[in-house]
């Protein structure tokens, strides 16, 4: 939304300058009704009574795009309260955008800024090309937070926060082969995702490559396509499919910890024991995690940080006009009890 | 925010009305330069080029806020996604704004409208005593949704829409009785919260009357003040309580599904077994209730059917101008395996 500067005002009150400025400044010198015509049209268009600047200006939309990939995911809905809370600290309002799986992120958020008066933007989740160039000729400030990111995608000079999926699954593997496991299932996203689901599982090949342990394809179970990935449900028939499969694990690791959940309840309902008949890690570190039975051994994201460093950074590039940078945090091992040693037989 | 009509347009641009007509239009008669001053200006302020207005007018935001009290509650979460999806079917953005239970909902959402060029209003959450005179001033609609609803605080003329948790929570606890359950613990969320806690627990107390058992304030939990309520901590911490207490209960009414993955991990600790030692029945019916071992039995509460009255109330309104009806849903018994029935012995 455009500024109107104190002489539209006065243009469209049909008055000089001065007379804008005497109302607004409560002096004398206007009669009453001029006055409250004035005041009336400066209420309208939601002035801001700015004692020192010379030029007043028209209140901005103080509303930042919260553009959200994967709104039913549990774990993009728990930043939602925080991202509310941090940006109203800073002034700021969000409003929240929701992006199908289908439709191209950047081409929403152009649209969307065309039509909203947006200050800046946050785009949640996803995979995105080379977005830069295009988010760049927006003109608006934007950060993308726990896009996924890898050596496929690099966005050297994107405005990032988030974690380095590929990088964390690999961790996440070589932990589960250092305690003695060699078959470990991997119960994924949806195999048409190529954004974090792709890259956790190039850091699941990778951990196994170095490992020397080939890797096999029936040890990978993706979600339904029509089953909410990351979800309870793609966990719970992930581990179904894996188990009547008859291949053999004694470890699994799910891409989020709701996706153990699910995995819980079908090795529950096998009668495999977790970890004595077969160890399971999550991912995530949300609260939930630790309230599991038993308690879940997960790799932890620094949501709050990434929160809290994704409106910085906004804040940064909106008050110094620089582009934000980008920071990249690393996953924390939670060693609960769902994961155990597999002694070498 | 006020609509610019074409005269003011005309004023800034320091050109008459018709001028403007024809830019827009794209008619003959006017400079290339003076053509592009205008358009800039329209751009600028965003106006639609609609033909068959007379008055061209700014266009309006299409804004609905979502203020919600309790943002960290999953149970609301999960509702935002549907919120927007069925919000942009309309046409609308929504805006969310969080309201701590200790702010004043009806002066949030007043300020906020007085800020915002909002169209709607849907709240959702929390407890509001007699919100219809001050929230019918504001003139735009508005719907609550699931705000806390009883006989205490009746609201006979005000757009709403949800459960009675009075009566549910009735309903719930006559469940249990009609299972042979007489000493039946209570996981509440806040002791001073007087919303949805509240009614859940009086409609406790009249279940219980009603089968001629006392009420038994040591059977109750609730929620630490500095804790999450209606959280896994909240359950975890409120039945570690009530085992430590040495208080005996042969079921246990958990007032909402994530407070029982709390309280399933309280007693697995304490080595008691969900049904046969301690039934346990949960409230909310969310998705992840179906992948807890045992399954959940839980009262589940038609949250697709809300949101989308809730929105088709505050479209009604909008479109013609109606103040929206009330619509009460019932609450659904789901019966899974965490409940037993208790012989008498």
Chains 1, 2 share one sequence.
């Not at 709104?71 to 939602?80: A, G, K, L, P």
């Not at 694990?249 to 096998?270: P, Q, R, W």
Request: glycine residues 6%; contains cysteine.
């Amino acid at each position: 939304m455009a500024q109107l500067t104190i002489k539209d005002i006065a243009k469209i009150c049909n008055v000089g300058v001065s007379t804008v400025s005497r109302a607004i400044n409560n002096e004398p010198g206007i009669s009453d009704k001029t006055k409250e015509r004035i005041m009336q049209v400066v209420q309208e268009f939601h002035y801001i009574p700015n004692n020192s600047a010379r030029n007043l200006k028209m209140v901005e939309s103080n509303t930042i795009a919260l553009i959200v990939t994967g709104i039913d995911n549990i774990f993009f809905q728990s930043m939602f309260g925080q991202f509310e809370v941090e940006l109203r600290k800073m002034g700021y309002d969000f409003l929240l955008h929701a992006v199908s799986w289908r439709e191209d992120v950047v081409t929403v958020a152009t649209e969307l800024m065309k039509e909203k008066r947006l200050k800046g933007m946050i785009l949640l989740g996803g995979q995105m090309e080379r977005p830069e160039e295009r988010l760049d000729a927006l003109g608006i400030p934007y950060v993308l937070c726990t896009v996924a990111h890898s050596a496929d995608y690099p966005m050297p000079n994107c405005p990032w926060v988030g974690i380095d999926d590929e990088l964390e699954g690999y961790h996440t593997v070589k932990y589960l082969i250092r305690m003695g496991h060699r078959d470990i299932a991997l119960v994924a996203g949806q195999e048409a995702d190529n954004a974090v689901s792709a890259q956790r599982l190039a850091g699941y090949k990778r951990a196994l490559q170095e490992a020397g342990i080939p890797f096999r394809p029936e040890l990978v179970a993706f979600a339904n396509p029509d089953v909410t990935d990351f979800s309870p449900e793609n966990g719970y028939l992930g581990a179904k499919k894996l188990i009547a499969s008859g291949v053999k694990f004694s470890a699994m690791f799910c891409m989020s910890d709701l996706i153990t959940v699910g995995a819980y309840k079908a090795l529950d309902e096998a009668g495999i024991r977790v970890p004595q008949d077969c160890s399971v890690i999550g991912f995530d570190g949300i609260e939930l995690s630790k309230y599991m039975c038993p308690g879940l051994t997960t790799m932890h994201q620094p949501i709050e940080e990434m929160v809290k460093s994704s409106v910085e950074l906004l804040m940064q590039a909106l008050d110094a006009g620089e582009k934000p940078k980008q920071k990249i945090y690393q996953a924390t091992l939670i060693e609960r009890d769902s994961v155990t040693k597999r002694e070498e037989s």
